[in-house]
């Protein structure tokens, strides 16, 4: 299993919108894909999630503006982010976990595999 790669990060206006991806090879076999984002001076957070048979989680901050998807005959997951903010500013990472429950994945860190966390990509948004 290779670690995924975070694409799609950059610099984005306050109300505007960017779609960050992830890939990696077996992806498509992974139980769950969480987001999680660390901003300077903050603990990172866990931001949404989604299992391989689609369901969703997203922390109340992001709940309505933010979408979690994957494709996986891509071997990819993606997170649709608009309407941002100065404080969505953060590195945001993909994790995931290979086997579990298809009904249920989670926020917390510990839960996704050690072997399968991306190096992030950043995300700025400032006008």
């Known amino acids: 299993q290779l670690r995924p790669k975070e694409f799609g990060g950059g610099l984005v206006q306050p109300g505007g919108s960017l779609r960050l991806s992830c890939t990696a090879s077996?992806?498509?076999?992974?139980?769950?894909i969480g987001w999680f984002r660390h901003a300077p001076g903050k603990q990172r957070e866990a931001i949404s999630c989604?299992?391989?048979?689609?369901?969703?989680d997203y922390t109340s901050s992001v709940k309505g503006r933010f979408t979690v998807s994957r494709d996986n005959a891509k071997n990819t997951a993606y997170l649709e982010m608009n309407e941002l903010k100065p404080e969505d500013t953060a590195v945001y990472y993909c994790?995931?976990?290979?086997?579990?429950?298809?009904?249920?994945?989670?926020?917390?860190?510990?839960?996704?595999?050690?072997?399968?966390w991306g190096l992030g990509t950043l995300v700025t948004v400032s006008s």
């Open positions: 077996g992806l498509r076999d992974w139980h769950a």
């Open positions: 994790a995931g976990r290979a086997d579990g429950s298809s009904y249920y994945c989670s926020f917390y860190a510990e839960y996704y595999d050690e072997d399968a």
């Open positions: 989604i299992t391989n048979n689609g369901i969703t």
